[in-house]
């Protein structure tokens, strides 16, 4: 076990003046590099099967980029095709996520979700996005005219809709806590403000550089790359990985309205028929039945910092947009809120693309995986991706 990694107190522990070069190196089995949601599940699982684990965040909580930064749906696996690795998980995922949060007394309710059409030729493709979601094997599912949505929410404009029984909102941080105190459990070590610096691959496995105010040097015989909008960085830092292997991530930022002096007269979550980048400005409530509205679609530089601030300009777009299935949004209600990144594969106008869980059968570098562009349903995926990067690591 590898106590000093475990997060410190403030201000305990100063720096002892060693190089990196200078201290021991500590050996362990496997490094999960990103304590988000994702990098969490993974670790929870490989300790679970009984590996020695230490985890690397180079913020100083968990979960405080991308998994902070979203409105918190468990998926049902609507939208992308049959054939891709991320309907499969999102699919797997949503039906251990629901157990998971029974058993670990975590939040979440199974609202449901309805997805509007707003006129004629919009009911024609939602048959189509009715069709794929069967194929992905989506249970719970009906189409239903204007007038049986409106039944079920009378504030509602739709000439038709999908009602999908199966999707859900979570309290993201208490599974995240949840995922981490069952790792730490069966002795997984933490290390924030801990930011990989360097990685060489060697004949058993890796030497790793860490950062920080106290560095480090770690030996593992396997790792796991779960940095979200790090992840092409982090990988682009290991010596003896192929360049050509090293995916190119792009940033998509969403911003979020919330509703202000009036409450959001809806039991459901309510989207429309999704674009090119996400699915649409859609109606999403928390736990408490507060409504928001988003995510629109701002694409960012690819590098750089990251300014997280919504913007008031762009909610005169949102009311034209919401107002398409509510148009009793009153003047003056949507407040900016927060926005959230995603790390894409595509870039602006470009179709989008599957999750990419690549191990040594896609770069031949023994004991590593690297996880590109896990973006929605990434939360509602988490627990079958960690599922199939430990079925990799078996096969290494």
């Given at each position: 076990m ?16 060693l ?7 500590e ?11 994702v ?28 998994s902070?930064r ?16 991320k309907?499969?998980?999102c ?6 996520l629901?157990?998971?949060?029974e ?11 309805l ?99 106290e560095?480090?040097r770690l ?17 682009a830092r ?39 980048a ?17 995510p ?28 398409q299935?509510?148009p ?17 594969l ?11 869980i ?7 570098v023994?004991g ?18 960690a ?6 690591l078996?096969?290494?």
């Open positions: 590898l106590h000093w990694l475990l997060p410190r107190r403030s201000g305990a522990g100063a720096s002892d003046g190089s990196v070069s200078e201290r021991s190196v050996q362990v089995d496997t490094v999960v590099v990103g304590a988000g949601v990098g969490l599940a993974v670790a929870r699982a490989l300790a679970l099967a009984g590996r020695e684990i230490v985890i690397l965040e180079a913020e100083a909580a968990i979960g405080s980029v991308t902070a979203n409105s918190e749906v468990i998926h049902a696996g609507l939208y992308s095709q049959a054939d891709w690795l309907t499969r998980l699919t797997e995922g949503r039906r251990l629901y157990p998971y949060c058993s670990h007394g975590i939040a979440y309710r199974r609202c449901g979700k997805v509007v059409a707003a006129d004629d030729r919009q009911s024609a493709a939602l048959q189509g996005l009715a069709r794929n979601a069967q194929a992905n094997g989506v249970e719970g599912l009906q189409l239903i005219d204007g007038a049986a949505a409106r039944r079920l929410e009378p504030a509602l404009h739709a000439c038709a809709a999908l009602h999908s029984t199966a999707t859900g909102i979570i309290d993201s941080h208490g599974f995240m806590l949840a995922l981490l105190g069952e790792a730490q459990d069966r002795g997984a070590a933490l290390a924030l403000k801990s930011p990989l610096r360097a990685v060489q691959v060697v004949r058993d496995g890796f030497t790793i550089d860490v950062g920080g105010a560095p480090m030996q593992a015989r396997c790792l796991v790359n779960c940095a979200g909008l790090a992840a092409s960085h982090v990988a290991i010596e003896g990985l192929p360049p050509a292997d090293v995916r190119a991530t792009h940033r998509c930022k969403g911003n979020y309205f919330a509703l202000s002096g009036v409450r959001a007269p809806f039991s459901r979550l309510i989207y429309p028929l999704h674009g090119a996400g699915l649409g400005v859609h109606l999403t409530l928390d736990l408490a039945g507060q409504g928001r509205f988003g629109d679609t701002e694409w960012l530089p690819d590098d750089g910092a990251i300014d997280y601030t919504v913007n008031a300009a762009r909610g005169n777009a949102f009311y034209a947009a919401i107002r299935y509510w009793g949004l009153p003047d003056g209600s949507l407040q900016p809120d927060y926005s959230g990144v995603r790390p894409k595509s870039r602006e106008g470009e179709s989008a693309r599957d999750f990419a690549d191990g040594p059968d896609v770069h031949g023994p590593l995986v690297n996880l590109f562009g896990i973006e929605s349903p990434g939360l509602t995926a988490s627990l079958a991706i599922g199939q990067v430990a079925a990799v078996r096969r290494a």
